[in-house]
């Protein structure tokens, strides 16, 4: 049986502590303690992707596949234009994607890398290079307590310098988490949808600033490459268009966290965008929920549905928050913050008092405090 080792940082992933080598102290797999202190470094590691049929697996993913994607166009315009070619969430109707999401030595490697249980949320499936700009998926998936996610990407194909390899940053994964607050943008005001873009100049100045030089994934069919959260990485453009790139990226959640999409975002001006998921094993959703307590007496508050779901009315306009103060580039629109939600404050320490303690105040639950809040705002 495992050690309890203490950790006074159970709301941080073990692969990102800094009480990283204690947490593997005990760890007698070379193999585990290879990959983690490779992610704790240099925020990826590359493993043999654990399961003997994956050569199978792939030319059936190849073929049965194959029809969803229009090659031709890409040929002709899509890949001069830079952009991709990708089937999201394949596992719902191919069986080999969904095994290859769910292979349980991954799971169990992962879980064990991070401390908390991890599960698969999401899959990609890639035919040709993606040529995608750099990029921390910080801004895409992410997880309050933060950096609870990971990618695990598999090559369905040897992949070298003409076919689009993938490209990373090591030690990117330990840069701060820079999201809309950062680059001075705020969703409320923006015309349309944001999209990464908004990041791109900034993290290009980003790496140029730490000196990061990058590194490219040559792999050999059958090798994986798991990704810290926050570690910038991209697609090289495919030299050769002729070629295929077939790969499949499986993103990985941990249990007892919040989990939002931070471009998407603005929490102080009270708009998260909660992300609605299933868990690619079970097929069950995941609830988003506020840990509590150290890992050894962990409890747990899901977060109320209703305040899930008021992110909506925040963007339409339904709440009047607006005090002008544009003009100039240094000079920011400002949104006040409604009263009800500065008031939430001090529902929520009672119900910390309170919920924490399980000494739950029959008026004060958890679920009644967070729906009438979302009510009001
Ligand atoms: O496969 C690639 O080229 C990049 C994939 C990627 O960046 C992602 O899925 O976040």
């Known amino acids: 049986m495992q050690k309890q080792t203490s950790n006074p940082l159970c709301g941080v992933p073990h692969i990102e502590s ?7 102290e005990d760890t007698t797999d070379l193999e585990t303690h290879r990959v983690a202190s490779e992610l704790a470094v240099k925020g990826y590691a590359i493993i043999d992707f654990p399961d003997v049929d994956f050569d199978q697996m792939a030319e ?20 001069a234009a830079g952009i991709s070619l990708r089937v999201q969430d394949a596992w719902t109707f191919n069986e080999d994607v969904k095994r290859i999401a769910c292979n349980e030595h991954i799971i169990a490697l992962l879980s064990r890398l991070y401390g908390r249980q991890a599960w698969p949320f999401q ?17 895409h ?5 933060e950096r609870f996610m990971c990618g695990v990407w598999a090559a369905m194909e040897d992949i070298d310098e003409t076919n ?10 330990r840069w701060p988490i820079y999201t809309n607050e950062h680059i001075g943008k705020c969703v409320a005001e923006l015309e349309g949808t ?24 040559h792999a050999k069919k059958g090798q994986a490459l798991i990704w810290a959260a926050n570690l910038m990485h991209g ?23 919040a989990y939002y999409t931070p471009m998407m975002s603005d929490p ?33 508050h899901d977060v109320g549905a209703d305040w899930v779901g008021r992110r909506g009315s925040l963007r339409s306009g339904a709440v009047p928050a607006r005090q002008s103060g544009r003009g100039g580039g240094r000079c920011r629109s400002r949104y006040a913050l409604p009263a009800a939600w500065t008031a939430r404050e001090t529902q929520v320490a009672a119900l910390r008092r309170s919920d924490c303690a399980k000494e739950l105040d029959p008026g004060l639950r958890r679920g009644d405090n967070y729906s009438d809040i979302g009510r009001r705002l």
């Open 123 to 139: 899959t990609l499936n890639f035919p040709v290079g993606t040529q995608q700009h750099f990029h921390t998926d910080s801004i």
């Open 18 to 24: 800094p009480f990283v080598s204690r947490l593997f």
């Open 60 to 79: 059936h993913i190849k073929a049965n596949l194959h029809d969803h994607y229009d090659f031709n166009t890409w040929r002709t315009h899509g890949h």
């Open 268 to 300: 102080f001006y009270g708009s998260i965008a909660f992300r609605t998921l299933t868990n690619i094993v079970t097929g069950e959703p995941v609830p988003s929920c506020r840990p509590c307590g150290a890992a050894e007496v962990h409890r747990r």
């Open 141 to 145: 998936f992410s997880s309050s307590a």
């Open 235 to 257: 697609g090289m453009p495919q030299l050769d268009p002729d070629r295929t790139r077939w790969s499949q990226v499986t993103h990985y959640f941990f249990d007892d966290c």
């Open 194 to 217: 944001p999209t990464q873009a908004i990041y791109e100049a900034m993290w290009r100045e980003l790496v140029e600033a730490n000196g990061a030089k990058p590194e490219y994934f």
């Open 164 to 173: 689009g390899p993938l490209m990373y940053f090591p030690g990117s994964h």
